[in-house]
């Protein structure tokens, strides 16, 4: 859906316009903060929190950008509100630890769930079975190499050999969405 | 040869991103990455292949119908979320009616006031089975319907502008930011953002409403210095107070149905069978009762323009389980005498 018809429709609060963008936005923004908030419990409090903000304040509602690049703003500085706000130190201290590298400035891509989903299942589709097969395994179902290779009786190194084939074609056929920061030679 | 060791060395990418890689393997990678230039390049295009795979995985994690199925209740309850639970303050409302309804103490407002210039407080009635429109000092214009009852001074000198209303009206508020335009119904008053409104405080009834059609309104209680706010209104919403359990209630409406009366038009929409008789009552000033207690809870919808009140009673008994009596009115030696009734009861 057009982006002008979406804002004018959470403008007026239809109902049917906010569900759209939260089925839309939703599993995106969520894993966006977890950038800032490794906790989903609270990730997912903090989105809740900021949909329902939307519905009370839609009409007075201003946004100059694009709604996506405002939904991932908005919600990174909930988080970083979150953050500021956590009373009790140990908590704090244990997101100090797992984001030490987090800071206001950092960037971190947008990313939609339907959009990235229709991307990579094009392409993982288009590889040869097995090689796809332990492409998922490795990357969607979190096994280790050797567990694979254990699972689907074949050596460590084939597992390894095939994902890595996987990746190459991959890396070819998702060059639009590997949006590079400038790379600094070591 | 390099194109072999390249391919080795790319092998070993998805152990190192796991992490899974012994030092030695590591060390393999990061010196093949200090190589060149495109080797780095390489190495981070396949990483972000592997961030973005590692991304959607994440995202299925959550579950989307889950949560809006939480949302969606969510905004069922509170449109906007700035409404108070009445039960927290229910200690705050435990205070009898205000004097502020009824016609009592009007010299407690001439006490109040008094320090002021000159002020001399009016009271407005439409006349029952009549509308009055009425300016208030400030050009805020005020639609009674019948029956109803406003109360405002000559002119609006203090801090805020404050009206007393019982029964029922249709405001149009002129927006004055520094004088904030109050009117005091009870236990919940309104303030007033220059706006559109229809508020509904009948004595006779349990509910006392709100609806708003542009603009924006905040409901309190206790005194304007002290108040405790209880939510503030959105157009085409309506908050609806309950007297007999010390509830608030908000959702959205279609506002001409609150406000059409202004116009001469009676609407009814699922309105139960009691809160029908009493409104009729009023519309046409002539007291109708329900016999029947069964019939309290019959639901009824229609809309009425310029039927007069008998084509309205023929129009419930066709369409409706209803058939109705008329007992005159009757004179009795004192002089005093009784209105015309009409009885309403369940058809046989």
Redesign the interface.
């Known amino acids: 859906m057009e982006e002008r018809v979406l804002i004018e429709g959470i403008r007026q609060r239809n109902?049917l316009v906010?569900?759209y963008i939260?089925?839309y936005y939703?599993?995106?923004l969520?894993?966006f903060c977890?950038n800032y908030i490794n906790d989903?419990l609270v990730v997912?409090d903090i989105?809740?929190e900021f949909?329902?903000?939307l519905?009370?304040e839609a009409?007075s509602l201003e946004i100059n950008t694009s709604l996506r690049s405002y939904m991932f703003s908005a919600v990174k500085y909930k988080c970083l509100d979150y953050k500021k706000h956590l009373v009790v130190k140990d908590k704090f201290n244990s997101y100090v630890k797992e984001n030490n590298e987090v800071s206001n400035n950092d960037v971190f891509d947008h990313?939609v769930?339907s959009e990235?989903?229709e991307i990579?299942q094009k392409e993982l589709d288009k590889l040869p079975k097995r090689c796809r097969e332990i492409?998922i395994l490795?990357?969607?179902k979190?096994k280790?190499?050797l567990e694979i290779a254990e699972q689907l009786n074949i050596s460590k190194?084939t597992v390894?050999?095939q994902?890595?084939n996987a990746?190459?074609v991959?890396?070819v056929s998702?060059?639009d969405?590997?949006f590079?920061l400038p790379?600094f030679?070591? | 040869m390099k194109q072999n060791r390249e391919n080795n060395i790319q092998e070993l990418f998805a152990g190192y991103f796991r992490n899974e890689l012994s030092a030695e393997d590591k060390d393999k990678v990061n010196r093949w990455r200090q190589l060149s230039a495109e080797n780095e390049v390489e190495f981070m295009r396949i990483k972000k292949v592997w961030d973005l795979t590692g991304i959607l995985n994440q995202m299925e994690d959550f579950n989307v119908s889950n949560a809006l199925h939480k949302f969606r209740k969510n905004i069922k309850s509170t449109p906007n979320s700035s409404w108070v639970n009445l039960q927290k303050i229910a200690a705050i409302l435990i205070v009898p009616i205000l004097i502020y309804t009824g016609f009592i103490s009007y010299s407690h407002f001439l006490r109040t006031y008094n320090n002021q210039a000159q002020v001399v407080w009016q009271e407005f009635r439409a006349i029952p089975g009549s509308l009055s429109n009425i300016t208030l000092p400030d050009s805020s214009t005020v639609c009674l319907n019948m029956g109803s009852t406003i109360k405002f001074p000559s002119t609006f000198n203090t801090d805020t502008r404050d009206v007393f209303l019982v029964g029922e009206a249709y405001f149009n508020v002129t927006q004055d930011k520094d004088h904030p335009f109050l009117v005091k119904t009870g236990k919940v008053n309104i303030e007033v953002l220059g706006t559109k409104f229809n508020v509904s405080n009948y004595e006779d009834s349990n509910e006392f409403e709100v609806v708003l059609e542009s603009g924006k309104v905040g409901l309190f209680s206790g005194s304007y210095k002290n108040k405790k706010d209880l939510g503030k209104l959105l157009p085409g919403e309506r908050v609806v107070y309950q007297k007999s359990n010390n509830s608030l209630m908000v959702d959205k409406v279609n506002v001409d149905d609150f406000t059409c009366w202004k116009d001469g038009i009676l609407v009814f929409k699922d309105t139960p069978m009691k809160e029908t008789v009493n409104k009729l009552s009023r519309w046409f000033n002539t007291k109708i009762e329900l016999e029947d207690p069964e019939l309290e809870d019959y639901f009824f919808t229609a809309t009425f323009i310029e039927e007069n009140l008998m084509q309205v009673l023929e129009l419930l008994k066709h369409s409706t389980p209803i058939d109705y009596k008329i007992e005159q009115h009757r004179e009795f030696k004192n002089g005093s005498y009784t209105k015309e009734i009409i009885k309403v009861y369940k058809k046989k």
């Open positions: 109902q906010f569900e939260f089925e939703y599993s995106g969520c894993v977890l989903k997912e989105v809740q949909f329902l903000y519905w009370s009409h990313y769930e990235l989903r990579i492409f490795s990357r969607f979190g280790s190499n190194r390894e050999i994902i890595s990746l190459k991959l890396k998702l060059k969405y590997l590079l790379i030679f070591r």
